[in-house]
Structure formats: structure tokens, C-alpha cells
Nanobody
């Protein structure tokens, strides 16, 4: 069994910061790319940031310069540091990972989601 567990969401005022974390655990052989997605009410899920196993990152234009994604390969963990938050960042944030299990089956896994609300 493989699972992703997110933490770190919450309520923050505009201009504030939050840090999200996601840990992959279970019968893992290797973790490839990992990403953060978000889904606001009435909108489609969108990619926020992604990171390869080698540490190369890419970001949605809407968060460039404000969000930073990092990775700890030894712990199979990623973090998303979110600064200068705006009300339009309000959404449920989901962690995603491309994982090869010890069964040699490779597939995408999703976390349960964590709510981020930016409001005064």
C-alpha cells in the first residue's frame, strides 16, 4: 500500500504565508515527479508546482515568485512554501506523486487534500 499524507493548510490573511507538506509512505520502490495541484470551488483542478526526482521545478504563472517547492528524497517528502498569499489562492491543495511500488507497478497517487483559505 502507498499513501500520500498532506499537512499544513489553514486560514491566513492576504499577504501571509503558509507551508504545506506531503509525505509518501508504504511499499515504495521509487518516487518520480511530485506535484501540488489545487481546486477552487466551481473550477477545475490545476497544477500549481511540480518537481522532478532531480529537483527541477516548474510553477504555474500565477504563483511564480511567491511559491517555492522543495523536496527531500530521503524522506519521500515535498513541501510548498507559499508567500504573499492572495484571496485567489484559496482552494483545496492536493499532493500528487508518480510512484513505482515494490510490486513494480507505477501509477499516480493523490493525497486527501488540504484546505487553504486566504481571507481577511
Amino acid at each position: 500500500q502507498v499513501q500520500l499524507v498532506e499537512s499544513g493548510g489553514g486560514l491566513v490573511q492576504p499577504g501571509g504565508s503558509l507551508r504545506l507538506s506531503c509525505a509518501a509512505s508504504g511499499s515504495i520502490l521509487s518516487v518520480r515527479a511530485m506535484g501540488w495541484y489545487r481546486q477552487a470551488p466551481g473550477k477545475q483542478r490545476e497544477l500549481v508546482a511540480a518537481i522532478t526526482s532531480g529537483g527541477r521545478t516548474n510553477y504555474a504563472d500565477s504563483v511564480k515568485g511567491r511559491f517555492t517547492m522543495s523536496r527531500d528524497n530521503a524522506k519521500n517528502m515535498v513541501s510548498l512554501q507559499m508567500n504573499s498569499l492572495k484571496p485567489e489562492d484559496t482552494a483545496v491543495y492536493y499532493c500528487n506523486a508518480d510512484i513505482v511500488a515494490t510490486s513494480l507497478v507505477r501509477r499516480d497517487y493523490w493525497g486527501q487534500g488540504t484546505q487553504v483559505t486566504v481571507s481577511s
